[in-house]
Each structure stands twice: as structure tokens, then as C-alpha cells.
């Protein structure tokens, strides 16, 4: 098991940007796809967006494509989500989770066994 912990969230204005960063210990995140996901009041929780071990098979959510992007630096243990042209209805908490393997289908969020605390992300209009 990994241990993850978010941070970035805040406050921000509709057209404004954010970076969320995971930092992960306990183990080398070199053999682990993660990926973001979120949950806003009322809904369930969503994938946001995925990365396999080595960078590569990225995927997005439909609604964050072309305005949210994922990396990682496996060196520093960290992953990254690049949030530009916020909306309203990015409002929500942002988890990232690990999957002990390189890369699986990012959807199903059983593959996932550590979990971060998560962190709020409020985008006014």
C-alpha cells in the first residue's frame, strides 16, 4: 500500500486555473497508474483523469478534455493535475488514487486500493 496526499485545492474564479499535486509515500510510485477523480455535493464520485507508470496512456474525462492535464515525476513521487479554464461545475472534491499495476482501465475505481483524503476545489462564477 501507498499512501497519498492531496494539495492545490482552493478557491478560484470561473476562467481561472489551479495545480493539484498528489504526493505519494510508503512505496516508489514508479509501478503505479493513478488517476484523479472527484465528487461534487450530491453526486457520485467520477474519474477525472488517468496516468500509466511510465506517462504515457493518459485518458480524460470527457468534460475536463482540452482544459485539465495529468503528469507525474516519478523522481519527486508526485502526480499532477493542470486545471485551466475552470468552471463552475468543476466544483468538487479531488481525490487521486494508485493502482499497484502499470496501467488498467482508469473507470473502475476497484482497481484502485489507496486512496488520498482528498482536496476541495470551489469555482465561483
Known amino acids: 500500500q501507498v499512501q497519498l496526499v492531496e494539495s492545490g485545492g482552493g478557491l478560484v474564479q470561473a476562467g481561472g486555473s489551479l495545480r493539484l499535486s498528489c504526493a505519494v509515500s510508503g512505496r516508489t510510485l514508479y509501478h503505479y497508474a493513478v488517476a484523479w477523480f472527484r465528487q461534487a455535493p450530491g453526486k457520485e464520485r467520477e474519474f477525472v483523469a488517468g496516468?500509466?507508470?511510465?506517462?504515457?496512456?493518459?485518458d480524460y474525462a470527457d468534460s475536463v478534455k482540452g482544459r485539465f492535464t495529468i503528469s507525474r515525476d516519478n523522481a519527486k513521487n508526485t502526480v499532477y493535475l493542470q486545471m485551466n479554464s475552470l468552471k463552475p461545475e468543476d466544483t468538487a472534491v479531488y481525490y487521486c488514487a494508485a493502482d499497484n499495476m502499470p496501467f488498467r482501465n482508469y473507470n473502475v475505481q476497484t482497481y484502485f486500493g489507496s486512496w488520498g483524503q482528498g482536496t476541495q476545489v470551489t469555482v465561483s462564477s
Open positions: 496516468i500509466g507508470w511510465n506517462g504515457g496512456n493518459t
